[in-house]
């Protein structure tokens, strides 16, 4: 029975939850239907009505928020979902078209809708002595964490049943399952997280003498208790984890706070997951009553200042050696934000704890919004960086770069990250100094006058080489007199390779396989027929010397290799075989290929 009456109530939270947010499932709906579009038409961009159908269900889900928390007549919560509306048909002609690959609207619109659950969990917070924001965070935690475990559930137990039917009883089309997973994800589990969202006290409930809140007041009570099971969680085993891993960061600050801190970039990751932690897991903290918890409140605040304000310096410093990147920028905009939440946390009582998510709210409005985003500032300042970098070098004359191969390794691997990222984001045609059609890997060492360079090891000749075929210039491959056409891979490392492997396969009738098998760093290409007799083998070594030489002696460029520049041909009384070179690499470390095989049975 009490399965039973859960399985009701949550149903029955379910239904309260869509008349609570119609707009919302509405949107839910929208997106749900979208995604159906996606499974059964995958190479079309719908990118950007995705993106507006989320932003448009969060919108609505915080102007609820709103409504619930300031207003009490109906117009008003009429208005606030027009003003929804109205928002979410903004941000459809804002974004504009081409979505599904640009990085700025994506991550502009993932740190939106990241602002906006925020906006979601604080609300009901505001000047509110009933709910204080770590209540509120806590409630959002638990609804989230259950939702994800029912999800998980849901999903696991209809992949079970799918793969069941699929395997035993009849074949079912993949695109099914899809469709019922893309049900799970876009409409029950959204919908369920907010069944489980409680009814914060508001304009409304402020009218109600305190004799008749009693009740409910205790009904708020226990939706904002922390279950045991967290409790210890939090308590016994996420705060002394935090306080060793925090001794550890502690002792190698102290150790190398005079040189290789500032330059350690393997650190930076690790100090934000660090100040993300410990901002959670005090959030949380303040909900408990017990010595642990205590502790941690008055303690880790305090050393998460030092340690965060160091590391926001360090990325500053880092910005001398490779600019701003919109990933050096948020992880500044992060550090600023630690260390705002360290003070409010060392010197503010718990009710103040609200304050993190203003912070936070407007921080990520001006990390998306022009001219001081993280986009615009880290082109402009890319752009400027690599012209004064060509400056610096004498590679940039008359408004035209100068190739130049005398350059430092240094200043090569700086040029190299730079035009890379600027390329990598669209920015090309920006650059006034660059061909309109300069494409940054078949490309560069024509413009520049030296390779890419990502190391400062100095690779001896005929090694750190690579070459691919170009694509972009519709190559026609003949195949006349062939059989068939063989894909492979060449793979050598010296920390992980295959030493063996085969690939059969069936021509004019005949079994054949293909030995792939390693020797020294190459590999050796072995054609038997179905007895195990060979007949021919190839090393793949040959492939590379004769592309690399011909790379060395006649110029070609090695980012726009032609058919023929691309093409070795082999064979002896038995068998022809070219071989089409898609992309080769060699360094002192590793060996690669992506390779195609003709073969003619003679």
Known sequence: MKFKDALWKAYKGMG??????????????????????????PREDYARYLFTFLVGA??????QMVYERFFTQLNARYLLMGGAVLLTIGYYFAVGPQTQYNIAISVKTGVALFALMIAFIWIPSIKSVKVPFHRSFLSAMKAFFTTVLFSAVLTGGISAIFYATDYLLFNIDFKILSHLMNIVASLFAPIYFLSMTPLYPGKREELIPDEAWAKRGETLDRQFMVPRFLEILISYIIIPLTAIYTLILVVYVVRNIGGEFWTDNLMEPLLVSYAIIVIIVYILACNLENKFADL?????????????????????????????????YYVILFGIFATIAGVIFSFMKPKHNGLIAIALLVLSAISIIPPIDAFTVSKNNQIGFLERKLLENDMLVDNAIVPKSDVSIGDKIVITKVASYIDNMGYNKEVAYLPSDFNVYSDFSDTYGFDMTYSETEYPQGEGEFVYLNWDANPVVGITGFDIMLHQYLY???????????????????QY????????EYYILTLKDAAGQELIAYNTREVYDTIFEQSATSGFDKGNLTIEDATVITENDRIRMNILVNSLERTPNFVGGDLYLFIEFK
């Open 58 to 63: 969060m919108l609505s889900i915080v102007g």
């Open 16 to 41: 309260r939850s869509i008349s609570r947010y119609p707009l919302t499932v509405l949107f839910l709906i929208a997106v749900a239907v979208l995604n159906s579009f996606m499974i059964e038409n």
């Open 492 to 510: 050598y490392s010296e920390v992980e390779t295959s030493p063996v492997e085969t690939t059969d396969f069936e021509a004019n009738g005949q």
């Open 296 to 328: 941690f409140r008055k303690v880790f605040p305090k050393i998460l200042i030092p340690i965060v304000v160091f590391q926001t310096i360090a990325s500053f410093l880092k910005i001398r050696e490779m600019g701003v990147t919109h990933g050096r």
């Open 513 to 520: 396989q293909l030995e792939k098998r390693l020797d020294d």
